[in-house]
């Protein structure tokens, strides 16, 4: 997919979240982004560290009524 490097900076960490639909990659500047695994699309990005990101965890998050 065209998300794996950028001209800047490259993909650092990679996980796919439980849905199989979307996946966060996160990159040696340090920012993450939310990626549509269909078609690559950019959901989202925000920049929450200075320096690579090294790990990424995805978890299903329940909330009983």
Same mark, same amino acid.
């Given at each position: ?9 490259? /993909? @650092?960490?990679?996980?796919? *979240?439980?849905?199989? %639909? ?8 340090? !920012?993450?982004?939310?990626?549509? /695994? @269909?078609?690559?699309?950019? *959901?989202?990005?925000? %920049? ?8 990424? !965890?995805?978890?299903?998050?329940? /909330?009983?009524?």
């Amino acid at each position: 997919h065209r998300w794996y490097t950028t001209k800047v900076c490259e /993909v @650092s960490a990679l996980v796919a *979240l439980p849905d199989n %639909r979307r996946a966060l990659a996160g990159w040696s500047s340090g !920012a993450i982004t939310l990626f549509d /695994v @269909s078609n690559g699309g950019i *959901l989202g990005t925000f %920049r929450p560290h200075t320096e690579r990101v090294r790990c990424l !965890a995805a978890s299903v998050h329940v /909330v009983d009524s």
